[in-house]
């Protein structure tokens, strides 16, 4: 049986933390490209109960020349398990097995296995090495590269976590035939994100070439991972523990965000709220004079077109506030947005209430 190369490795430059994402079709089977990981007695697969009986055998197949031992854990599916509960089975596991602080740890699913996988991994025995193995466009595009870990608090997401990062991030394009259409959707907005914040004419490209991904056109995928995760990287390697620049990467997520506290977390996808939060944030930009109303449009049909919603939950702009309040973004009490500076650009700044309470009147559901 003969072997695809990765179509593609971007890397990310953070000296001795630097690691490649690699992006291609049959990476998983494919030996090289578990290729100079770590070497351990041990690995653990931490998967889901969606996820793992579709490609936790084939992983653990590939990686088990590496490794003598190769266990698995299968969490509860969902981001309502995205919590101590949940985290805890994996140092069960481990614990289990008497892992030592070798063991590598492979995250097998989407963002939520990825969040959770690297925090467990950050925090057993204080550190073990970890590779994302991403199987959501969502993962392979943002959530798996940069390093940011987490689980979720009943009063704010992601807000228990560390900056640690991965060995390896491979992105199997292949994986994504199975990903359900919603899925597809939420991971769209993530790489929608990455034009009006950085780079406009990957959003005209987007513009051109979003019937081939909503399609799962292997090549226009094998693009936009590659386009996203170039950014993403030049991003990261700027600001690792987002002192600054990072912050840009949450365009879209302070509003998007209390859309997920607000109605309970894993009611909406995380990217079908930071898709409708995109919308709401180029409106306030635009209400601040930064983009005009024909960005806006144009913006607001290709979320639409992405399978997105774009008009909020009617949860009151109170309670959009109360939850954009505890935004780690957050500095003193006072709110702060990703707004689209001119398009192409981001900025980071707060905004009057009052005119974040209209944004949110306009844009919800009556
Ligand atoms: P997810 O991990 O919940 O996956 C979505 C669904 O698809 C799940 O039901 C999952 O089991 C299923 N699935 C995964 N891969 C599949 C496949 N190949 N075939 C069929 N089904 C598959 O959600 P997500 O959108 O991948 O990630 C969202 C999470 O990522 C949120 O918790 C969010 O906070 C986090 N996130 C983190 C970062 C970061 O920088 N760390 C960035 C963005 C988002
Ligand atoms: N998804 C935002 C970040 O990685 O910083």
């Known amino acids: 049986m003969s072997y695809a190369q990765p179509l593609e490795r971007v890397a990310i430059d953070l000296g001795d933390r630097s ?42 197949a590939a990686i088990a020349p590496r490794y003598p031992a190769v266990h698995t854990v299968v969490l509860p599916d969902g981001e309502n398990h995205k919590d101590w509960q949940t985290l805890n089975l994996i140092f069960d596991t481990l614990l289990g097995h008497g892992a030592d602080r070798k063991t590598v740890l492979f995250a097998l699913g989407g963002g939520v296995v990825g969040d959770m996988t690297g925090f467990a991994a950050a925090c057993y025995m204080r550190g073990v090495p970890f590779v994302q193995v991403a199987t959501t466009l969502l993962a392979q595009v ?84 590659k386009r996203s995760c170039e950014i993403k990287a030049w991003v990261v390697s700027q600001d690792e523990r987002e002192g600054g620049l990072r912050a840009i990467l949450n365009f879209g997520h302070t509003f998007g965000h209390a859309i997920e506290a607000g109605l309970g977390f894993g009611e909406w996808l995380h990217g079908e709220a930071v898709g409708c939060g995109m919308v709401m944030a180029s409106h306030l930009s635009q209400r601040l004079g930064l983009v005009d109303e024909a960005f806006v449009s144009r913006f607001t049909a290709l979320i639409e077109r992405a399978g997105l919603p774009v008009v909020g939950p009617k949860l009151g702009a109170e309670e959009y506030l109360h939850h954009m309040r505890v935004d780690k973004k957050a500095e003193a009490g006072e709110i702060k947005f990703v707004l689209i500076d001119k398009p192409g650009t981001a900025i980071v700044r707060g905004a009057p209430d009052a005119l974040v309470a209209q944004v949110i009147d306009d844009c919800c559901e009556k």
């Not at 291609?24 to 793992?52: F, R």
């Not at 640690?164 to 994100?193: F, H, N, W």
Request: aromatic share 6%; proline share 7%.
């Open 19 to 60: 690691y490649d994402i690699l992006i291609g079709e049959q990476l998983l089977d494919a030996p090289s490209t578990w290729a100079h990981l770590p070497k351990a007695a041990a690995a653990l697969i931490v998967t889901n109960g969606t996820v793992g009986p579709i490609y936790a055998e084939r992983l653990r």
């Open 142 to 225: 943002d959530s798996s590269v940069g390093g940011k870990t987490a689980i979720n608090h009943p009063i704010g997401k992601n807000m228990i976590g560390a900056f640690y990062q991965p060995q390896r991030v491979v992105c199997d394009l292949d994986t994504l035939q199975t990903l359900p259409q919603r899925e597809m959707s939420a991971g769209l907005a993530e790489v929608i994100k990455y034009g009006p914040i950085a780079d406009m004419p990957f959003l005209d490209w987007l513009d051109d070439h979003l019937d081939a991904l909503m399609a799962r056109d292997p090549k226009a995928l094998a693009h936009a991972v």
